[in-house]
């Protein structure tokens, strides 16, 4: 939407209304959106329109300049709090404003794929992708605003709404510790960018067209297919999903109603928690465990890096924490080499570069890239983000393999989940860690498909920087066919190669390795794994070893300053 000698003018649709700008990005509704791809719109008047077919950008503006009229880029800007305006490149025009957050860096009509980033040559990616599926802030005026107690310990809590007639929703709400008010050595870390890259996906469908329904229960589904999130789609789409034009959705919000992001809401593809519902499980486990922790969230960790983390000897992780920013990866390390202990207890870890839109707003952006398990894949020249400037795609095809930072990394995914069968060596090196866990399998039983190692499995890999001297504490094992090799771990394909039962590296370790300055990590290298500490009323084999690890981690000395 721009201004044009005091006209209003909509590309991309009709009837632009309640347009809002906010930091980083603008909000409004429209009609008759566009499904498509435009490039330097421009007004123009008398017979000149034809002097501009076949033109270039900067031409276009040169035969605008004289002849009167007006001509916007849409390529991205970087600045960051006025990002989404768009200059005029001639013509007495105002900035344009792009609403909903459209794609930008992506491929212009004159991209000549001598360049795949628009970082280098700004003028190859002078289009914007229109969705009429883009929502990024719902704009819904606030109900209720009241200051919390300045006494509320930090916890994950629920805003529970109830109707007249008796219906209610639980809205999660994660209370941090203010500044200097940390009550605990344990920080457990929500992997709140993760809950949004999933929020409303509709990834039941795409399963379906692909005919992959073997991976699922089946009676999950079929609940999944009665549930509101399959069939919610007006409060926009996950970041697993994609637009009508079948283009991936680059942008996921918290500023909008997350149906899946619900304490009771079970995930269709296993019918028990995963992800938010996943790492409540978790929260339960220390709650009848006796740990005191407070709660961060990925965007404090974002946006304060390794300070954030200064006031604790131990950060724990939930069961998928799987989109991270170079920020967060660069606090977790720093809070790793400067004496934290770490554990990672989850699967598919650290595994797609993200940006955020802005400081504030809870909006994340990633890029498939062409590599990776994902249901869409990026175009051609269009992996970078507008976000933060850099490449997307996956941290290992950046350097920063999961592995480097935990001692696993992403191997494979699928089938039914297995016990960790305990490595004898590690019994002589590590000890302590198998203190009251009799026998050779840990996590034997689980709310995940049995066990718990499963679903998403990582694995060493000195290759990829598991750390010299990582121990492997126990490593799964005989994965059903359903369980899958990760497609980035694959150089040749023959038939049966990569599938559970043929290959050795389709299997979840679980490790501890200690690092120089007195830091340690921990990990398990399965999302089944927290979903494994409740059975039996948490009287197993999975919770003794943590147990184990936390306790070990706490009455270690500490290092840090």
């Not at 006209?7 to 509704?29: E, H, L, M, P, W």
């Amino acid at each position: 939407m721009v201004s044009f000698t005091g006209q209003q003018v909509t590309f991309g649709a009709r009837n632009s209304r309640d347009i809002v700008d906010r930091k980083g990005y603008s909000r409004g509704r429209a009609d008759n959106n566009f499904e498509g791809k435009l490039s330097a719109p421009v007004v123009v008047f008398g017979s000149h329109l034809d002097d501009l077919c076949g033109k270039e950008l900067h031409e276009i503006a040169l035969v605008v300049r004289s002849a009167g009229g007006a001509v916007w880029d849409l390529a991205p800007q970087r600045s960051g709090a006025t990002r989404y305006f768009c200059p005029a490149l001639a013509g007495a025009a105002s900035p344009g404003r792009l609403v909903n957050l459209p794609n930008q860096g992506v491929t212009g009509p004159n991209w000549d794929a001598t360049t795949d980033s628009f970082r280098e040559c700004r003028d190859q990616y002078s289009a914007a992708h229109f969705h009429s599926t883009d929502l990024i802030d719902s704009g819904w005026d606030p109900l209720f605003i009241d200051a919390l107690p300045s006494d509320l310990p930090s916890a994950v809590y629920g805003i529970e709404l109830r109707t007249a007639a008796g219906d209610s929703d639980t809205v999660p709400l994660f209370v941090v510790p203010g500044s200097g008010t940390r009550r605990s050595r344990i920080a457990f870390l929500a992997s709140t960018f993760t809950y949004l890259a999933y929020g409303n996906e509709n990834l039941i469908e795409f399963f379906a067209a692909e005919g992959a329904f073997g991976l699922t229960d089946p009676e999950a589904v079929a609940t999944a297919r009665s549930q509101h999130v399959p069939v919610g789609r007006e409060f926009g789409l996950s970041l697993y999903d994609t637009h009508p034009d079948g283009s991936g959705i680059h942008y996921s919000s918290g500023l909008r109603p997350l149906l899946d992001f619900r304490p009771e809401y079970r995930t269709w593809t296993f019918g028990c928690g995963r992800g938010f519902g996943g790492d409540l499980y978790l929260i339960e486990w220390l709650e009848w465990a006796g740990y005191e922790y407070d709660v961060l969230t990925d965007l404090e960790l974002h946006n304060g890096g390794a300070a954030v983390l200064d006031d604790y000897d131990v950060v724990i992780t939930g069961c998928h924490p799987e989109y991270h920013t170079s920020q967060m990866l660069d606090g977790l390390q720093a809070f790793r080499d400067n004496g934290g202990k770490l554990a990672y207890l989850g699967g598919n870890g650290f595994y797609w570069v993200t940006g955020l839109i802005n400081s504030e707003s809870p909006v994340v952006e990633i890029r498939r890239g062409h590599a990776g398990i994902r249901t869409w894949a990026s175009e051609p020249g269009e992996v970078d983000l507008v976000s933060s400037w850099e490449a997307g795609g996956l941290w290992r095809l950046r350097g920063r393999a999961p592995q480097r930072l935990v001692g696993v990394g992403m191997a494979a995914q699928g089938g039914g989940s297995r016990p960790f069968v305990v490595n004898p060596a590690a019994k002589r090196i590590l000890p302590w860690f198998f203190e009251g866990i009799e026998g050779d399998l840990i996590g034997e039983r689980g709310l995940l498909l049995g066990g718990a190692a499963g679903d998403e499995l990582d694995r060493v890999d000195a290759r990829l920087g598991t750390p010299p001297g990582t121990v492997v504490l126990a490593s799964s094992e005989n994965h059903p066919e359903g369980t899958q090799r990760a497609i980035e771990e694959l150089l040749q394909v023959y038939h049966g190669s990569t599938s559970g039962p043929n290959d050795t590296d389709i299997r979840a370790d679980m490790v501890y390795f200690d690092v120089p300055e007195g830091g340690a990590v921990f990990s398990v290298g399965s999302i089944a794994f927290i979903p494994s500490l409740l059975v039996d009323e948490g009287d197993n084999t999975a919770s003794k070893a943590l147990h184990n690890v936390l306790d070990h981690f706490l009455l270690t000395e500490c290092k840090r300053t």
